[in-house]
């Protein structure tokens, strides 16, 4: 059974433990809910206050050129490539996760004429799927699901887009990035991987597995903020024939130019629409800046040995709750997910004793593992608290049962 002793241990020996100096972590809570919003850095606030108070307070119209906010889409973007491996000018940071789905989606279809079914599966996270909807609502593709296990059967020449999660919201349990990519290839489509919930803590290797298009989240692992801008990836080799249909003057090829039609811009820089979220890009900035630092090869390493403490902990305090993530910690993401018919009271009275993860309808109990901050020691109150609760049956007092407005 891990011990309280063995987790203080081996925060003692963590090569990241002066990481967690760098969040506003309220004391007394157990924050396991990074996949979900990442915590604050504490540079943040003082960035934020520059940028208000000089860059725009002092500056401002000028501070597009002389704070160079201008390039912050693609400077961010070249920051968080080495972290998917992606190159530099093949990222970039702009709009939100789902405006992105919408905008690959789009030009996936527009790159393969004739074709309209982009495969998916069902269970994916649902705004991948109502993208998908609202283009076949348009009458420009055609949605196609297929099991996890049927995908591959699924690929025919019909098929202008696999679009899939890389780490499954609910489970963790993470896809073949390279087995699927290459079998939509072997029949003519395209891939497009959504990585909001693995980007900055799994591995990642869009080049290496021939990826096409990507997403992905700036607020989980990037600890960007609330409504954080998202990232989207195109490869190289589709930079000249990629058509956004959000054909935006940020996308333009000389958007100063301020002429009546439309020619997008070089490269990856097509990709963005409208003006940058400059207060959203500076947070997003200093959460991508600290996980750029700690780079993934550590980051990775550092959330197996979370999970693998956690489940070791999980399975002595609460023997009997199922653990419905792949046992295996390559083939899943940074968290653990168990199942209880009263998943949603179990997680209200774990925050009620300052244990913060949480709960996906209908049943699933989700602790989240943000390598960059948090602590064996954590997991091993967070497992005690479990037991406690399940032992001692205050998850089933009423008010435990309420839901909330978000979930």
Known sequence: MPSLQEARALDAADPLAGYRGLFALPPGVVY??????????????????????????????????????????????????????????????????????????????ALRPG?????????????????IAGLEAQGLAERRL????????????DVALLLLTQVHY???????????????????????????HSAGAVPVNLNGCGADLAVGCGYKYFNGGPGAPSFAFVATRHHAALQQPLTGWMGHAAPFAFTDDYAPAAGIGRLLTGTPPILGMVTLEEGVRIIAEIGIER??????????FLRAAMADFAP???????????RRGSQLSFGHPEAYALSQALIARGVIGDFRDPDILRFGLAPAYLRFEDCWH??????????????????????????
């Open 382 to 407: 967070a497992a005690e608290a479990l037991g406690e609760v399940l032992a001692s049956g205050e998850w089933k007092r009423e008010e435990f049962k309420q839901r909330a407005a978000v979930t």
């Open 115 to 131: 074709r309209k079914v982009v495969l998916s599966e069902p269970g994916n996270f649902p705004t991948d799927l109502y993208m």
């Open 146 to 157: 297929a099991e996890r296990g049927e995908l591959e059967a699924a690929l025919d020449e």
């Open 320 to 330: 009997d709750l199922p653990c419905v993530s792949p046992a295996d910690p390559a």
């Open 170 to 196: 609910k489970t963790g349990a993470m896809h073949d990035m390279v087995r699927l990519t290459e079998a939509a290839h072997d029949v003519g489509a395209l891939v497009l991987w959504d990585l909001s």
């Open 32 to 109: 396991l809910d990074g996949n979900s919003l990442g915590a604050l850095p504490l540079g943040t606030a003082s960035r934020m206050g520059e940028v208000i108070r000089k860059e725009w307070g002092e500056g401002l119209v000028r501070s597009w050129n002389s704070a160079n906010w201008i390039d912050l889409p693609k400077k961010i973007g070249a920051m968080i490539a080495p972290l998917i491996g992606a190159g530099p000018d093949e990222v970039i940071a702009c709009d939100s996760t789902s405006v992105n789905l919408f905008k690959l989606i789009s030009a996936a279809l």
């Open 299 to 308: 980051l990775v390493a550092k959330s197996r040995a979370l999970s693998e």
